[in-house]
């Protein structure tokens, strides 16, 4: 717990954009791949689920919703946890939870039992995992922090591709309940990947010159430059604009955007094709959202791109809604398949850029509490899009609606993204860039300024010293002239403690002073 203030507020530490960044990148790779990937993987023991329990198929899905409603739905209270005790040891505790809950799951006699341990507690050791992950993610890198956010997000499909057949072999080798107790064990990973999670410590120079300061400063300097009490659950990230604009659009896109990929197997099914043949399109799905996103962080971590990342997503999520629309067209196997590589890659950009376009707005300091209240708005969107698109399903028999409805809802949300922003933010983002290149033009000219003595040779310096002794001698008799008429005007004379000597003022003129300091003398205490 000693890294725990620096790991809430880690200001004045600068993000390494490598070293152990990698280490802590790999430990996300594998969060995301089973935050996102297990809840799909988990639907392979459903046949046996029902056959055990004597349920059905709808039944047994609220697993895999239950898991996704706590991903999601528990993103304030991993914000307040984190803000409370740091990263790494809210991803201890959460990984222990997600090996907790498959193991008693395997012990499981109802179907209650499975939505409370493989369900709930699961679902919550993994969400306590992936949020804190992508908020360390954040604070070890920043100019490289595309590549990275699209080289974690790819452990997603790849987890998927690795998953799904392993629990096929386990179901097979030690049936439903051998198959879980064996994905515990495999979730105890979590924990190995927190392990990875060290906070970042400020340098030993930054620290050496704090405690001077608190010396020089006194008591009274020291309780000034304690920093307040760091709030559990930041509520201003609401009073940003890009903030609201970004929640509002991400929920309209949560609505439409997981539909396809569940539909998409049944509807291949609908069209005559073989259930092998069917399931063959998730493969071909995932194997080309794997090179989608490290691809798409690449570019998005490009100069001219990065400022305006915000409208690269706007395009992915139009890319993705378009290919809906045309992808409802389909009348044979070989339109999914083409369907489903355009989706692979839009799926696969929108995965890349959304938390990325979330640290850009709100920054890293309220990430923590950001992402908690977006994906709390996610929930409800999740829990309505894919059920929502299934009784449209029922009322029509017809899955060209399915998949309409999902690619307007994805477009919409592109188009309030990228409107608003645009009407909204970019004009009062131009003046904070005129006053930071003026800074930077002065910053530059001080730096000239102070350099250029340096690299005098010495016949300028003497030519210099001269030019200054004569100005100091015309100011001197400038400053007698002037004392001389001030007296003529008044007629009084100055009482002995404000009067100045000539030999002060050169003595005041020829000591160095300090840039910005106030020199005390006797022309400054007139």
């Not at 992936?130 to 956010?149: C, D, G, V």
Request: a neutral charge; one cysteine or more; charged letters at 20%.
């Amino acid at each position: 717990m000693g890294g725990v203030a620096v790991d809430v507020g880690a200001g004045g530490v600068k993000a390494p954009d490598g070293g152990w960044g990698w280490a802590v990148l790999a430990g996300c790779f594998v969060i995301t791949g089973f935050s996102y990937a297990f809840p799909k993987a988990v639907s392979v023991f459903f046949k046996e689920l029902i056959r055990e329990f004597g349920v059905g198929y709808s039944d047994t899905a609220w697993i895999s919703s239950i898991l996704l409603a706590m991903l999601y739905g528990t993103g304030p209270l991993c914000s307040v946890l984190v803000n409370r005790f740091g990263c790494r040891p809210v991803m201890m505790v959460g990984g222990l939870f997600a090996s907790l809950g498959m193991i008693l799951a395997s012990f499981s006699t109802s179907i209650i039992h499975i939505y409370l341990s493989a369900g709930v507690v699961t679902g919550l050791g993994l969400a306590l995992n992936f949020q804190p992950s992508l908020i360390m993610l954040n604070r070890y890198f920043s100019e490289k922090r595309p590549l990275a956010n699209g080289l974690s997000a790819a452990g997603s499909p790849v987890a998927l591709c690795c998953l799904s057949p392993l629990g096929q072999v386990l179901q097979y080798q030690y049936g439903w309940r051998g198959g879980f107790l064996i994905l515990g064990g495999i979730l105890l990973n979590c924990c190995v990947c927190a392990a990875l999670m060290k906070p970042l410590v400020p340098p030993k120079a930054l620290k050496a010159a704090d405690l001077e300061q608190d010396k020089e400063e006194g008591t009274e300097g020291a309780e000034k430059k304690k920093q307040p009490k760091a709030k559990l659950l930041d509520f201003s990230v609401f009073k940003d604009c890009g903030f609201l604009i970004y929640t509002v659009a991400a929920s309209i896109m949560v609505l439409g955007l997981f539909v396809p990929p569940v539909f998409v197997v049944s509807y291949a099914k609908e069209l005559g094709n073989e259930d092998t043949k069917s399931a063959l399109l998730l493969t071909i799905l995932g194997f080309i959202d794997i090179f989608a996103r490290p691809t798409c962080g690449v570019i998005a971590g490009l100069k001219w791109v990065r400022p305006r990342c915000v409208y690269l997503f706007s395009f992915a999520l139009i890319f993705n809604g378009t290919t809906d629309l045309i992808g409802s067209q389909a009348k044979d196997y070989a339109s999914l398949v083409v369907f489903c590589i355009f989706f692979g890659v839009s799926y696969g950009m929108v995965g890349a850029l959304q938390f990325e376009v979330l640290m850009t707005i709100v920054g890293t300091e309220k990430f923590s509490s950001a992402i908690g209240l977006v994906l709390l708005m996610e929930a409800i969107c999740v829990l309505v899009g894919p059920p929502g698109a299934g009784r449209l399903l029922d009322a029509t028999k017809n899955y060209m609606y399915v998949f309409l409805l999902a690619g307007s809802e994805v477009v919409l949300s592109a188009v309030v993204l990228a409107t608003c922003n645009f009407l909204f933010i970019r004009k009062k983002s131009s003046t904070p860039a005129d006053k930071l290149e003026n800074i930077a033009v002065t910053d530059e000219a001080k730096t000239d300024v102070a350099i250029k003595p340096a690299e005098m040779h010495d016949e300028e310096e003497k030519g210099a010293r001269e030019e200054q002794e004569k100005e100091k001698k015309e100011m001197i008799k400038e400053f007698k002239e002037e004392r001389g008429t001030d007296k003529e005007k008044v007629g009084e004379v100055r009482p002995e403690s404000l009067t100045v000597d000539s030999q002060e003022v050169e003595r005041f003129l020829k000591e160095p002073q300090q840039n910005g300091d106030m020199a005390t003398s006797p022309e400054t205490c007139l």
